[in-house]
């Protein structure tokens, strides 16, 4: 294990110090699947604007041990992934020392980022998709429900979720082919078409490695099962959703298309982003109870942007349920976790009107059109819109750590 030598002043001419860029510094270090043109895909790790072959970086360590060796041979992070914690804390160790080396620089396999491709991060096994913002949960109960309280009973008790697609789940920059279905009509029978409410949902999406088979992972343990986070955009159909959800929930107005950016930030990145939670309003059950657990939420700031134009800034900050709770919730009837399970937040919504995750919410189901950098009006993403959702978290000493973007655009139905 390498563990104590660890530096992060990179020395002159190391491949940090040579590649210095805000965001993706040594102490970031994100895990991207690439392939120089022409080649077959790799695992890389990204430092500045380059990215570094992880599997040539680890035959050059002279003390790897083979298990590292054997995780990222593989075209992505699924040999990581399965491989489990005590490896990725070697490899993570190992990286960081070879990128802030000057001896190491030379011998390391080194790409400019505009001469490689990048792939779907890991194959994704199951997906759950929460509804951890509180401010997001009592807006769309507000806009669909006005007649009742917008926070269902049980919101205060557990984090409501439900199972996703994971078929669908695509690589940043997939066009989005807008989704036909029903929909409902102010007067008569649903007609059935392309949809007439596209949308967005930031969110942040966890990755995790290492087996549970029995399921049930305490909240203590729930550091050794995240490997890392991914920004996500999970595209809704508005109008299909409305008229289906009743009373089973969401289903084909989300199971389209879900994009996810293709850097997956390690959590040990954000040891410096971690905060507390917002205050419970109500008893947790045992295994949510994280009263005296360390803070475990996160202070992630996301930007999206709609052809060009930043629309809202939500603050990953201001969620009420925290990452260790889902995964615990997800788990805790004894369903099995396995390496490449992937959940995402649910729409990050903050307490502002600029700090909302959803056209659903910064229009008001279209009643408040945004308006665009063209002039131009918005209620619903049109054919040909372009939805970007970037994010930054702090770093130690005053760094950032970058997440990169997720982006797509929306074409015409087939
Ligand atoms: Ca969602």
Redesign the pocket.
Known sequence: MITTDVQLRPQPGSVADLNAQPGFGAENLPYASFAPYGEDPRLGVRIGNKILGVAAAVEYDGRRSQALVNAVLGQNLDGLLKAGRPIWDELRAMLTQQVTSAEAASSLEVHDLRDVSLFMPFTVADYV?F?ASEHHATNVGRIFRPDQRPLTTNWKYLPIGYH?RSGTIVASGTEIVRPKGLRPEPKGSPTFGPSRKLDI?A?VGFVIGGAAPQGEVKLADTENHIFGTVL?N?W?ARDIQAFEYVPLG?FLG?SFA?SISPWVVPMAALSCASIEPPTRDADLAEYLDDGSARASGLDISLEISINNKLVSRPPFASMYWTPAQMLAHMTVNGASLRPGDFF?S??VSGPGRDQRGSLLELTWNGRDPLTLTDGGKMCFLEDGAEVVIRATAPGPSGTSICFGEVAGRIVPAT
């Open positions: 998709d509804y996703g949902e969110e996500v999970d809704s969401p989300k879900t995402a649910g729409t």
